[in-house]
């Protein structure tokens, strides 16, 4: 049933590790899937304020 598939889709198999130099993905039963640097922008508008 296609409910159940969007369900599964938001279940608690994955972890998002923010907290770190690299942002990492973790599936249940998989492992870390990805492991990549994070990054922030920040923006100056005209104003002179910042936005992320």
């Given at each position: 049933?296609?409910?159940?598939?969007?369900?599964?889709?938001?279940?608690n198999?994955?972890a998002?590790?923010?907290?770190?130099?690299?942002?990492?993905i973790y599936?249940?039963g998989?492992?870390?899937?990805?492991?990549?640097?994070?990054?922030?922008?920040?923006?100056?508008?005209?104003r002179?304020?910042?936005?992320?």
């Amino acid at each position: 049933m296609i409910w159940d598939r969007i369900i599964g889709f938001f279940s608690n198999d994955l972890a998002i590790d923010l907290g770190t130099a690299n942002t990492l993905i973790y599936a249940k039963g998989k492992g870390i899937i990805t492991s990549e640097p994070s990054v922030v922008a920040v923006k100056k508008d005209a104003r002179g304020q910042k936005k992320v």
